[in-house]
Structure formats: structure tokens, C-alpha cells
């Protein structure tokens, strides 16, 4: 009798060890979608062997992909260049514009990269656009807060061998200076110093290029966008080439 209550009470203390040793299994741990920051994004890539250099904006509103830009530039836009559209369709059989439309309306259906189609003759289009959407909305995930420094960017000479630099200081995450201006580099003068040019622009356009300037200077800072910045009537170009740049120099610091 004793040996059977001996062996009765090792069993005992052998499943009350057993259910001491046994932990409650871990429950899996779901990380929390990151949802990106409203706002446009860009990214640019690197020149190809014909010196076309892909770039994209991707527009994000309410934590949703909305609008989606994406293009090849040297210095000519292909989705403007006719020319090289035919060249394309004839090499390829397919329409480069189509592929660009394609792509993009995917990327804003299915809100993910890794869902966009191959599209067969359009290989590396399709890569370039992968790769620089995953930069834009990695961007996105930080919002408009930049890295402190110093930027630059230089745009291409016109034919009138002016050539346009802009200049940006982030401090504390944010834009706070800002220097645009147009240099030619055969005179040896910027457009701001030339008293003649100033002169003969302001007859022309009714506007002093100064002021335009300085009003695309703090347009920038105050919307810290490049794509926000405000157009002044009468200087539709220096709009533009200091949008570009700015948006270049803001890429930088992302």
C-alpha cells in the first residue's frame, strides 16, 4: 500500500511540474501599417546611357495614393517628344504614353507596388517606375520634415546662355532660406547684379525680376513645397526653372 501511494504522489508531482514548465504560447505581434503623410513626393533616378533621367511625384490625400506623375527627362519630356514616341512604337509595339497611363492608374487601384504588371516590351520602364514610387512613398512615410543642410541644384543653359541655381538651407526640418538666381557663366554676372538686364526686363515685362525672385523665395518657405510655390503673371519661366530646381534641391534633403 505504501509503495502505490510512494508511486501515486511522484505522478502527481511530475504533472504538477510538467503544468508549471508549460507557458502560454506567444501571440504573434501585427506591426501597424504605416500610413503615409498627405502631400506630393517626388523622387529622380539616375541618367541611362542616353542620358534620359526618370522622375516621379506621387500625390498622397488622406493616407491614399490619389495621383501619380511619371516621365523621362533629357532635357525634352518623352511623354512630349514625338519623335522618340514613334521610334519607340515601332521598336517596341507598344505606346510609350500607354505604358505611362497603365503603370500609373495601377499603382493608385491597387496602392501597392509590388501589384504593378510587367508589361512586355517596356521592361525597364516599368523597373525605373517601381524603384522610384518605392523612394516617393518612402518619403512619404516622414511627411515633410527634411534633413538640416545645406542644398543646391543647377539647371541647363538656355539659349541665351543664362543658367538658372537655386540654393536651400532646412534648419530644424524645415526650409528656412532660400536663393534663387540666373548665372552666365561667358559674362561672368548673375541676372540679380546685372543693372542692364534688370533694366531692359522691367521695360519689357512690367516687373521687376527682383521682386519676382524674392516672392518665389518666400513662397517656398512658407508652403515648404516646391509644388505649391506661386506663380507670378509675366514670369511664367523663372517660375518654372525655380520650381524644378527647388523640387531637385528638396530631394536632396529627403
Not at 521592361?123 to 523612394?135: C, H, P, R, Y
Not at 561667358?186 to 521687376?208: R, V
Not at 511664367?236 to 527647388?246: E, M, Q, R, V, Y
Amino acid at each position: 500500500m505504501k509503495r502505490l501511494i510512494g508511486v501515486a504522489s511522484i505522478t502527481v508531482i511530475i504533472i504538477a511540474l510538467a503544468s508549471g514548465c508549460t507557458q502560454k504560447a506567444a501571440e504573434p505581434t501585427t506591426a501597424e501599417p504605416i500610413i503615409p503623410k498627405d502631400g506630393t513626393y517626388l523622387a529622380t533616378g539616375i541618367a541611362d546611357q542616353s542620358n534620359w533621367v526618370p522622375e516621379i511625384a506621387v500625390t498622397i490625400d488622406q493616407g491614399k495614393i490619389t495621383a501619380v506623375e511619371y516621365d523621362e527627362i533629357s532635357p525634352m519630356k518623352k511623354s512630349e517628344y514625338l519623335e522618340y514616341q514613334k521610334s519607340f512604337k515601332q521598336q517596341s509595339k507598344i505606346d510609350l504614353l500607354a505604358v505611362y497611363t497603365t503603370i500609373q492608374n495601377e499603382l493608385i487601384k491597387n496602392q501597392d507596388i509590388t501589384k504593378i504588371n510587367d508589361l512586355a516590351g517596356a521592361t525597364k520602364t516599368v523597373e525605373n517606375f517601381k524603384s522610384l514610387a518605392a523612394s516617393a512613398l518612402n518619403n512619404a512615410k516622414d511627411g515633410d520634415k527634411y534633413k538640416d543642410g545645406d542644398y543646391s541644384a543647377i539647371g541647363t543653359m538656355d539659349e541665351k546662355n543664362w543658367t538658372p541655381t537655386v540654393d536651400i538651407t532646412v534648419k530644424d526640418g524645415k526650409i528656412s532660406k532660400v536663393k534663387y538666381d540666373e548665372i552666365s557663366y561667358n559674362i561672368f554676372k548673375n541676372k540679380s547684379q546685372d543693372k542692364a538686364y534688370l533694366a531692359k526686363y522691367k521695360e519689357k515685362n512690367k516687373l521687376d525680376l527682383l521682386d519676382v525672385y524674392a516672392a518665389l523665395q518666400k513662397s517656398l518657405i512658407e508652403n515648404q513645397s516646391a509644388e505649391k510655390v506661386d506663380a507670378t503673371a509675366g514670369a511664367t519661366l523663372a517660375h518654372d526653372n525655380f520650381a524644378a530646381l527647388a523640387a531637385k534641391a528638396i530631394e536632396q534633403a529627403k
